[in-house]
């Protein structure tokens, strides 16, 4: 695995080297002792699969509270996705930043998210499918999120959000 660092302290975009012969490839997508190295949460205790009917679907901006504040990797396995994070670390020096990559089925990239950001992402095809691995469990009563629009971040997303929830369309702006 490649490790491409980012100007967002502890971020990570993650590309996989690709082993080929007649067969097709082999690839791995993580291991705890890279991931250490790096300082890194190694710890994957949930994962989870978002599917994406619409192109512009809008899923965001989440984010989990302390005490269960979350690590996440993040990969599309289906279609494409404009996956966005925002740094939301009140001692960090890219605190309100954001950052966005895309992450499609073919460039088989992974985005690591550190706790402490808001996390969320656009689909830029029909039927995107995503892959999350999580440092924590879900923990209802510390589930959060911030506006996707919120004018403190100004996130350039790339297409016309066409689907959004109403829980995500109501999100708050961030009050640091």
Request: proline share 4%; with cysteine; glycine share 6%.
């Amino acid at each position: 695995m490649r490790f491409i660092k980012n100007h967002l302290a502890g971020v990570y975009l993650i590309e996989p080297e690709l082993v080929s012969d007649e067969r097709g490839f082999f690839a791995r997508t993580w291991c705890r002792n890279e991931f250490e190295d790096r300082g890194l949460n190694p710890n994957l205790l949930q994962c989870n699969i978002s599917y994406n009917k619409v192109c512009g679907t809008l899923r965001g901006m989440h984010y989990q509270k302390e005490p269960h504040a979350e690590a996440k990797l993040v990969r599309c396995t289906r279609g494409a996705v404009y996956d966005v994070i925002v740094d939301l670390r009140s001692d960090s020096s890219t605190f309100t930043k954001w950052y966005g990559v895309e992450l499609t089925a073919i460039n088989r990239k992974a985005l690591y998210v550190p706790e402490g950001f808001a996390h969320g992402f656009i689909t830029l095809k029909d039927d995107a499918e995503v892959l999350y691995q999580m440092s924590e469990c879900y923990h209802a009563e510390c589930a959060s999120g911030v506006r996707w629009n919120d004018p403190m971040f100004s996130i350039q997303w790339p297409i016309k959000v066409e689907v959004i929830s109403e829980r995500d369309q109501n999100n708050q702006d961030f009050k640091p």
